[in-house]
């Protein structure tokens, strides 16, 4: 690579993007001025001479990635989008920040062209970067052949103070070292200000760069991060030229750059610059134009160069995909269903079945359906935060994930569940690979801020969660979930499934490797449970509830739900009932959100409104189960935390007992 | 300090230690033995030559402190509270994670005489660490008078590889740095080996040491951390001596020591030994006796060393804080009144009062109650992950917080939101401040695995969450709390309350400042709410919900609930349904917890049973309102994420208006 000279034209466009920026901010009276004023050279120097990408085919496979970790500075990107062609017209930068505009407070990814990740929540967005470049390197192991490198590009992420201080970005950083991931580099706005101050208030004395040295990163400096875009080039070629290890580059910039009275202020943070200082900003920029939003012809020229590069990209890029087409027709057809997420056709015949009454723990159930698909979709990459020896969640002969060649089927994401979650959500958004992560069921807690952006963002990754109630046992209240299923259900768009046995999770896994649209949890027991029979109506897991046993006689005086263990529970004090002349039915709920989304008219067949007296049990919180169980139903449930003890003897003394399943099921029937 | 010097019989009571712990491990069938028998020496010589502590008084103030942050080696510190004297007889220690006993697996704060921390989830115990060292420095600084070292102690962690990996231990590292905690020393056991195998498999390129020299602290190591008690007492003094800086002593040491077949892999990590193997270990130990849980009684009488000493510090202590309250008798009261949690008599008297009418957001509102509360309790410590300016939490004239002084009661914690959480944890857990954190409501998913363990054990941490709604705006669905009241009321033993104005926020903050058996969440508004006017009946706030205007002729058709500014859409809509005819009573309910806690005439004249028209209305999840309107309800509320644009325009498109309720609550008529 040759250096680039810059030039006044360069200049130019620098600040066509930073003025682009506060125009529309000041516009909607809203926004972050800060950020763009202050990165925009690093940004223009990445996207004009470095990033290669096509802004008339945004998703075009083989595109570098750039990941706006710092997106309260969403203007930076919108004005690099709309001025490099991408389909992002001037209207919708005037639209900043308004009702239906493509240009949202936050960049969100399905939402605007060329918006790879959705970024506002600080530090995930760079750990977002680490899946997507770990997520390169498995494409580039699985399908590149000698002469066809189909695969070959970078990650970049533009990280902020902010986000260095998160948890997420140390656990990200350190992985991504460890694993030796030499095409991501983070471009670091270091200005040295976060939103309530400058940083000496919160962050003096760690050193960013001897951190990141010591978890193996290349660390690169470039001093003068507002002028010196020739600085800027020579960092982002010496970390492109490091290929074992991944690079931090420190850009030292001004935030607010150019506004008289705000720069280096955290003033410039976070709200509009006003008329006046917008004006005197302008000015600062040597800027001639009094009119908002106006791009010099001179620069538009230039940032027009991106589109006919990219497309040139692209269409060598095309060609050499057809050339490998011809010379490897299966790889081909791989590569497509991989970019697709589709599974082999009739593969769920190969999933595991199990014999009625057979007992095993549904993470053991879980354990063999995961070979079934990972055979099916040899995109699929498994991964666990140190405990893959207890959720059974290991690739049989996948091997270990490699980050520099990226071999190998399981990550082995280390006791870092939050940027587990983070990076999972970057496969995603990268493509061709599918993820799944896994960790016991009560350390949700911490991947929560990932998996909600996995949900907003149709991303689909699978969680495996394992050890799911108080019936883990002896580890105690620390480790038993209690309020989990309830605190899930509640996030918009993803799908939770708690099996109630072996049969039930094969269904399970069948739902979550289909499910392309958003993450699915499975919910899975440490204990044993006996495998359920086949219903005689063909198992209705994907259905989210179904009648497991009918009524003796057909017409229940009370139902009883259960999920997952409970579900034995439920079944064994429907015998009792019947003992007593109570005939009752019991639904197997493995997913609310499931049986949600289902025609009123099924669900009235497996939870008919005639039958008021109903009751729930499950090992949990009761939160949430009055909208199946009504005004008359009771729920059986746990709204404490647990205790230290062998499991059997919780559930008996918490009240997971057929008996008492049963009295609660005649005091909803008022007796 | 001498450097002490060490025999056999100190080699004994290292191996009484580990006996003890493998002998309870293997009864109970279940443990983590790897820990104990590798830390077992460095936890001998802190304990024995170090640990300022008082067995016979576990809760003296001004005890050093111990934070076993790898929780799973909870045997280890059994075996110590045992063997020091604190009420840990041997047959607590023989019912290990048994039902009831107070060995439970984890170490669990106010169930076990000498636990200073709940811990197990990973990485919290060593921010709870760092709490307790800053708590340590304000108290100092509060009470320490020239001659009166009245607080005075160290904070020592014993930290994991696992705990080191966790995104919150970066956090509170790095904030433990910048704060300079000199009387902070953390003992990291590093025997490169977790759960699923040995470190390299995740962290081998990281150099914790490094890492640690970035954020600021002293490093100091001791290479045969199995056998050299010299050294280990060398570093602890080095670690003391060093009072500018937090140290690391990295220890290294062979996970499962002495265990012939097991010791330095991860199978010693976290299953019982086994009968043979446990005897093999013993022999390989140099132990003679055969039979289980012995304590040779050279061993116990070396022990017994520590509760004579503890007994001298803390009786000198006495005297100290006798003369102290000769000298100071106003301080002596405010040590007490701090010790106790309690507020001034009458402070409520100056707290804010707003007029009706008069508009203001409720975190504007809360901002003026917390300097009341500030005055009222000179215990309150403050703090915010840098968004102080947005959320209104500054104490004013509070000064900043200054970690070795100890001075100012504003705790900036930088983007750090889950370590602020656990070291406010920690704060509690140390006793004598009191601390309210926060940030905007949307992120207190970071928050989440500290505030369940908060809640766990009833710390009364407060939590101010600002930006509460999709009125939140322009920053769009990342920033937008959908889901995030139902989670959070999901949980056990957490107080929410979303207040509806300014007079309302002024009585959720009496409350949070009241109560001291657990978390307390105040969710508040960042747009503005008019005041309501008292009720006749008085502010109900802390009965979690009433009547905030009665059904015109007193007798209500429907009942319309609001929580927080959703509350003004209720009564908006009453007034639209009293145009058709329809009476409608509006109840205002701010805290599900403290309604569901009232008895039930209470809850019956809130909610009579009769009437069976209701609708919620909330700008968030409808997941569980069920509860409060019952089979016939309508939930108004908001299942899907949100958007980018002005606040009102959100809340008028997502349906929170008084037409859509009024419909609402005609259709619950069945009109």
Redesign the interface.
């Known amino acids: 690579m040759n250096a680039t000279s810059f030039t006044d034209l360069d200049r130019l466009c620098v600040n066509t993007i930073r003025t682009l920026s506060i125009d529309a901010i000041q516009k ?1 009276d ?2 972050h001025p800060g950020l763009p004023l202050g990165a925009a050279p690093m940004a223009y120097v990445l996207w004009q001479s470095h990033l290669r990408h096509c802004p008339s085919d945004p998703t075009w496979p083989d595109r570098d990635r750039f990941v706006l970790s710092a ?1 309260h500075g969403s203007m930076l990107l919108y004005s690099l989008l709309h001025l490099t062609g991408y389909d992002l017209p001037m209207s919708e930068i005037q639209a900043f ?5 493509r240009t ?3 960049p ?1 990814f399905g939402h605007t062209a060329g918006v790879e990740a ?6 995930q967005g760079s750990a977002n970067a680490v899946g997507m470049a770990m997520a390169e390197r498995a494409l580039a192991h699985r399908f590149n052949r000698a002469g066809f490198e189909l695969v070959n590009h970078m990650t970049y992420a533009l990280v902020s ?3 260095l ?7 990200a950083g ?2 991504a ?2 694993l ?1 991931l030499g095409k991501l580099v983070y471009l670091y706005d270091a200005n040295d200000v ?4 400058p ?1 000496s ?11 990141y ?4 990163w290349q660390v690169l400096w470039v001093m003068q991060g507002d002028t010196d875009l020739a600085g800027l080039d020579a960092a982002i070629r010496a970390a492109r030229a490091e290929t074992a290890k991944p690079s931090l580059i420190i850009v030292k910039t001004t935030i607010g750059f150019g506004s008289p009275n705000r720069q280096g202020t ?1 003033e410039s943070h976070g709200k509009p610059l006003g008329a006046e200082e917008l004006e005197l900003t302008k000015k600062a920029l040597g800027w001639a134009q009094g009119e908002a939003f106006h791009v010099p012809s001179e620069a538009r020229a230039r940032f027009d160069e991106s589109a006919r590069r990219g497309r040139q990209a692209r269409d060598a890029w095309n060609q050499l995909f057809d050339r490998y087409s011809r010379e490897f027709p299966e790889l081909a057809k791989e590569w497509k269903q991989a970019q697709a997420g589709a599974l082999q056709v009739g593969w769920e015949a190969a999933l595991p079945t199990w014999k009625p009454g057979e007992k095993l723990a549904t993470r053991l159930a879980s354990g063999k359906a995961i070979q079934a698909v990972a055979k099916a979709m040899p995109s699929l990459i498994g991964g ?1 935060a ?5 959720t059974n969640t290991l690739i049989a002969e996948g091997g ?1 994930f490699e980050g520099q060649k990226g071999s190998g089927r399981n990550v ?8 587990m979650t983070s990076i999972a959500n970057g496969m995603c958004y990268h493509g061709g690979v599918r993820p799944f992560v896994s960790t016991f069921f ?2 949700s ?2 991947m ?2 990932a998996i ?2 996995a ?2 963002n149709h991303l689909p990754a699978i969680y495996v969660w394992t050890h799911d109630s108080l019936a883990v ?7 038993q979930p ?2 989990h299923l ?8 993803l799908v939770v499934l708690r099996p109630a046995c072996a049969n039930e999770t094969r269904e399970a896994w069948k739902i979550a490797a289909e499910r392309l649209n958003g993450p699915t949890a499975l919910v899975l027991t440490r204990q044993a449970l006996p495998s359920l029979a086949e219903p005689s109506t063909g198992w209705a897991v994907h259905r989210g509830a179904y009648v497991a046993a009918e009524a003796e006689g057909g017409t229940p005086d009370a139902i009883l739900i259960g999920t997952g263990s409970e579900l034995h529970v439920a079944l064994a004090a429907r015998t009792q009932l019947a003992a007593q002349g109570v005939r009752a039915r019991v639904v197997s709920m493995p997913s609310w959100e499931l049986f949600a989304a289902q025609d009123g008219s099924y669900r009235e067949a497996v939870l008919p409104k005639s039958v008021r007296a109903r009751v729930s049990v499950e090992a949990g ?1 009761t ?2 189960w ?2 199946w169980i ?2 008359q139903g009771v729920a059986v449930g746990i ?3 647990g ?4 499991g059997g ?2 559930l008996k ?1 918490f009240g997971f007992t057929p008996e008492n399943v049963a009295a609660a099921a005649l005091r909803s029937l008022g007796r």
């Open positions: 909607a809203s926004g997106g920040r308004q009702w239906k505009s949202p407070g936050h969100e959705t970024t506002g929540p600080l530090g103070d902010g986000d201080m998160e948890g997420v970005a140390a656990e350190s992985l070292g460890h030796k976060t939103l309530d101050g940083t208030m919160t962050f003096s004395t760690e050193d960013v760069a001897r951190r040295e010591s978890y193996g955290s666990d140190d405990l893959s020896c207890s270990s082995h994401y280390g006791v870092r569940e939050h940027a009560v350390f807690d911490y929560r801020p909600r952006l949900a907003m046992g002896e580890d105690g209240p620390t480790h209690i309020e309830a605190s899930l259900r509640a996030m918009p768009g919180a939160f949430g009055q909208r009504g005004d709204d404490r935390y205790a230290s003890a062998p003897t919780l003394e």
